[in-house]
């Protein structure tokens, strides 16, 4: 069955940094685009980025513009997000989610599927 796993959430102090990192088991990534996703307390599930199989980023949170990277390793069948300059707005549960091929200039979270389990993520001093 493919699933992705999230893993490297945890509890970080503002200004720091955290990784994530989404791998897939039993199907190979590279015929797909992965976004990643957050949800707030008490708000709903929005996407942050999304990369495309050819490696073609989309930005759908302008507030992590210049702090937030996501990237692929196809030889690790994983995708990363690496989140600097932590925020406690930035406080959420993190998905990540496959998607064949390309990402959309809008992200239909029902064209994504399998979803990871989340990853907590809390930034508080």
């Known amino acids: 069955q493919f699933q992705l796993v999230e893993s490297g959430g945890g509890l970080v102090q503002p200004g720091g940094s955290l990784r994530l990192s989404c791998t897939a088991s039993?199907?190979?990534?590279?015929?797909?685009?992965i976004g990643w996703f957050r949800q707030a307390p008490e708000k709903e599930r929005r996407a942050v980025l999304c990369?495309?199989?050819?490696?073609?980023?989309?930005n759908y949170d302008d507030s992590v513009n210049g702090r937030f990277t996501i990237s692929r390793d196809n030889a690790k069948n994983t995708v990363y997000l690496q989140m600097n300059e932590l925020k406690p707005d930035d406080t959420a549960i993190y998905y990540c989610?496959?998607?064949?091929?390309?990402?959309?200039?809008?992200?239909?979270?029902?064209?994504?599927?399998?979803w990871g389990q989340g990853a907590q993520v809390t930034v508080s001093s």
């Open positions: 989610a496959a998607k064949l091929f390309y990402c959309d200039g809008t992200p239909y979270q029902t064209d994504f599927g399998p």
């Open positions: 039993d199907t190979s990534l590279d015929r797909y685009a």
């Open positions: 990369i495309s199989s050819t490696g073609g980023i989309s």
